[in-house]
C-alpha cells in the first residue's frame, strides 16, 4: 500500500502537468469547491494520521487546538527542516515529488482558514529548496495558488523560507523564532504556537511527511485512511533505513508489519548486509533510545514487534522505544556502541542552542565523558556519571532536545553496559583501529 | 486565587506566576532565580533553578503535571499545590542545575569581583553539593571590553540573558546578544562594540555572575570590605537615586539600589555609575539595609560572624595523614594543624 510515494517513479513527475495527469491535484478542487474547511478536519481527525516528525501527536486534534479569533490572521508552517541523523524521508518526497507538499499544503491551509503559509526548509538542501520554489510557481501558474484559487475566492500565498542551518529550528517554536528572523531558541510553553505561534498569531506547524498525507486523505476519505494500519497507528509511514542492510533507503511501509518483516524481507531492507548479524536497531532516529537485537524484534510479552508508535513503545524505555521520525539504523555486530553513542552525544552537544543549562552543560558534559572512555581514558564511576546526568537533564529543558541528547546515552548504558565497561577496564584493547567488544560466546559473522 | 506553596496557602491575583507568590510568602520559600529578573520583560525559563513540582494543577483538574516546571513563568491556576523545599525530586534536580551551572565556570571567585554579592555563589552554597564529579577541562573565553566601562569575561558568564533583555529595553535595535551555540554560546555586541547608550551600565547590576564587571572599579576591594550607602543626586538623565559604595572616605562604585531580591529597582546613567565618584556629588541619606546573612554585613554592625576556632576545628577533623616521604626538612613549615588523635 504505498499513498506517498504512489507515483515517485514516474519520469517527470516534479513537473505539475506530469503530476496532474496521476490524478495530483484533485483533492485541492475536492477540498475548496466541495468541502467546507471543518469537514476538511473532521475527514483529518477520523484518519487518525499522527503526527510524523517524531512526537506522533494526532494531527486533527493538533488542528483543532488551533485558535481562530476574529481578524487575526492564522498561518499553516511546514516543518521541513528535517535534521534528525538517520532521517531522510522529507528530503527524499520534497526532492522527488514537489507536488505531493504542495498539494497538502493547499488542503491543509484550506482546512486552517490560513492565508500565508510557509515551508521552513533545511538550509543545506538549497537544490531541494530550487525544485520548491519551481514547482510553487507552477502552482501559481495554474492559478492552484494565489488570489481566489480555482474561482472559489479562497487565496493562499506559499512560501519557502530556507532554515539557518541549525538541529534546534526542527523544534517547533525555535523554527517559528527562525522564521521571523531572530536567534533559533525555542520558546518557553505555554503559549503553544496554536494559540501564539508565527508573529504572535495562531499557527499550526506540521512536518511533509503529515501534511502530504492529506490530499489522499481528502480524495480517498479518513476512514480509508484509518482502515490502513492497526489500532492507533493509521495509515503508511515513510521510514529511511541506513546502517548494516543490504538495501538502504526509503520504504513506503503501512504501519503494522513486523520489524522482522521490515529488515529482512526482500520488499524493504533485504536482511544484514553478508555474513553479519543483527546487533542493535535505533528505531526512530537517533534521539530515540537504541535497543538490542533481542528487543526490536520481539516485544517483553514474547510477541513480534510490529512497526507501530504502540508496539515499539511496548514496555517503556525498560525495553521499548518510538517509532519517532523514521529513521531506522541498522547496526550488525561490527559496530562499537559506545563509538555510536559518541557520535549522537557530540552531535547533540554541537547542536544544543545554549539556552537552558541542563541541556547547554549537559550534552557537552556528556560528549566529554564518552569521549574519555572512548579513548581509553574513562573512569570507572564513568558509567554511572553518564546515567545520572542523561537523568538530570531529561524533562528539565526548555524544549525536547534535552531528552533527545539523553536518551540514546542512557539507552546505550542500559542495553550495552558490559560494552562500556569493556572500554574502561581494557583500554589498550578498546583503542586500537576497529575494536569492537564482544559479548562471552559471541563471535564475527554467522 | 488560592496557590498552596510548600503547605502554604495564600491568596493571589490572576495572572501571579508562582515564583510571585512564592515571593509575597517569603525568602524561605521562594525559588532560587538564576535568570529571572522580574524588572526585565521576557527574561526567565532558562537557568531551571526554580523548577518546582506542581502536585495539583488546579482546583478543576487536581491532575499533578508530570514534568517540573519553572517556577518563574508559570502562572498559578486556583487551587494550584506547588512543592519546592519539600519536595525531594525539586531538591535533587537543584543539585543537579548548580553542578551543571558550575561546570564551565571557572570557580576564580578569589580574584573575582563579584565575589560576595554573587547570585551563583549563593545558589551552589545553599542548594550544590561540596564535591565535584568533573575532571573535564572548562571552555575558555578571552575577556573582552563592551566600551570603555564595562569588561566581560566571558568564562564566568552562565548565559542568563539578562544583559540582552536589558539591552533591548535601552536600544532600539539588536545590539547586544548572544552568538553561537550551545556550551560555545557568548554573550558579545555585534561585534564587540560598545553598547552606545547612557544606561549600558545597568548591565553590569543585571548580571548575576562577574562576568559583566565595572571597570571603574575592578580589583579595587572586595565587596565586605565597603559600606553601601543610600544616596541620590539631581540628575537630567535618570531619577539620581543610587547605592554609594564606600571604603574608608573614598566612594569606589555607584550602583542602581536593589530591592530584597537583587533586582535593581531603576535603571542608573552612566555618568552617575561612573563618573559621580565624589561625596560631594551627592546627597547621603543613611546605610543600606543590607541582610544581615549577606557576607556584606560581615564585620559590620558589630556582629562577629566568623569564628576563627570553626574552621580550624573542622581542618583538623577532616585532616587526612597522606602518604608522603619527601624531605621537607628545607622548607621548614610548620603545621598549623592540630595532631591528629
Known sequence: ?446 | MKVTIDNITLDVEPGTTIMQAARMIGPEVAPPAMCYYEPLQGSGGKCRACLVKVTAGSEKDPRPMPKLVPACITAVQDGMIVENTVNEAVLETRKGIVEFLLLNHPLDCPVCDQAGECHLQDFSFEHGVSSTRTVEERNTFEPVDLGENIKLNMNRCILCYRCVYTADQITDGRVHGVMNRGDHAEISTYIEKAIDNDFSGNVIDVCPVGALTDKTYRFKSRVWFSKPMDAHCSCDKCSGNVTLWYRGDEVIRVTGRKNQWGELKEFICNTCRFDRKKTSDWVIEGPTEVSRHSVISANKYGANLIHPAFPIAQAARDFKQIDDNRDRSSIEIKSILPAKK
Open chain 1, 1 to 446: 500500500m504505498k499513498i506517498l510515494t504512489q507515483h515517485i517513479d514516474v519520469p517527470g513527475i516534479e513537473t505539475i502537468d506530469v503530476f496532474m495527469k496521476n490524478g495530483g491535484y484533485k483533492a485541492v478542487e475536492k477540498a475548496i469547491k466541495t468541502m467546507t474547511p471543518d469537514e476538511v478536519t473532521e475527514e483529518v481527525k477520523k484518519s487518525g494520521l499522527r503526527g510524523r516528525g517524531g512526537a506522533g501527536f494526532p494531527m486533527g486534534m493538533k488542528w483543532s487546538f488551533l485558535a481562530k479569533p476574529e481578524g487575526v490572521p492564522r498561518y499553516l508552517v511546514c516543518n521541513a527542516d528535517e535534521s534528525e541523523p538517520g532521517t531522510f524521508k522529507d528530503h527524499y518526497l520534497m526532492m522527488k515529488s514537489p507536488h505531493t507538499l504542495i498539494e497538502g499544503m493547499i488542503v491543509s491551509s484550506f482546512a486552517l482558514g490560513a492565508n500565508t503559509s510557509y515551508i521552513y526548509v533545511r538550509g543545506e538542501l538549497m537544490y531541494v529548496i530550487n525544485i520548491l520554489e519551481k514547482a510553487i510557481q507552477e502552482a501559481y501558474d495554474k492559478g492552484l495558488l494565489g488570489k481566489n484559487i480555482l474561482g472559489s475566492g479562497y487565496d493562499l500565498d506559499l512560501f519557502v523560507q530556507p532554515g539557518g542551518g541549525a538541529y534546534i529550528c526542527g523544534e517547533e517554536t525555535a523554527l517559528l523564532e527562525s522564521l521571523e528572523g531572530k536567534r533559533g531558541n525555542p520558546r518557553n510553553k505555554p503559549p503553544f504556537p496554536a494559540v501564539k505561534g508565527l508573529w504572535q498569531c495562531p499557527t499550526v506547524v506540521n512536518n511533509v511527511e503529515s501534511i502530504a498525507a492529506t490530499s489522499w486523505i481528502v480524495n480517498n476519505g479518513g476512514d480509508a485512511y484509518a482502515a490502513i494500519g492497526v489500532g492507533r497507528s493509521t495509515g503508511t509511514k515513510l521510514i529511511s533505513a541506513s546502517g548494516h542492510i543490504k538495501k538502504p533507503g526509503v520504504y513506503e511501509i503501512p504501519l503494522g508489519i513486523t520489524v522482522e518483516e521490515f529488515i529482512y524481507s526482500d520488499e524493504y531492507c533485504g536482511g544484514i548486509r553478508d555474513g553479519h548479524k543483527l546487533k542493535a536497531v535505533v528505531a526512530g532516529g537517533s534521539s530515540v533510545p537504541i535497543l538490542s537485537a533481542d528487543n526490536i524484534l520481539t516485544t517483553d510479552a514474547g510477541e513480534k514487534r510490529l512497526m507501530t508508535y504502540e508496539s515499539l513503545s511496548e514496555g517503556g524505555f525498560a525495553t521499548g522505544t518510538m517509532l519517532g521520525s523514521g529513521g531506522f539504523i541498522v547496526m550488525d555486530e561490527t559496530t562499537c556502541i559506545v563509538h555510536n553513542t559518541l557520535t549522537f552525544a557530540r552531535f547533540y552537544h554541537h547542536e544544543s542552542c545554549g539556552q537552558c543549562s541542563p541541556c547547554r552543560e549537559g550534552t557537552g558534559w556528556m560528549d566529554k565523558v564518552i569521549k574519555r572512555i572512548e579513548t581509553g581514558k574513562g573512569r570507572s564511576e564513568d558509567i554511572d556519571l553518564l546515567v545520572d546526568v542523561a537523568k538530570k537533564i531529561e524533562g528539565n529543558t526548555i524544549c525536547p532536545l534535552g531528552d533527545a541528547a539523553a536518551w540514546p546515552v542512557a539507552a546505550a548504558i542500559r542495553h550495552f553496559r558490559d560494552e562500556f565497561e569493556w572500554h574502561i577496564t581494557h583500554p589498550e584493547e578498546a583503542t586500537k583501529p576497529g575494536a569492537v567488544y564482544m559479548r562471552p560466546g559471541a563471535s564475527w559473522s554467522n
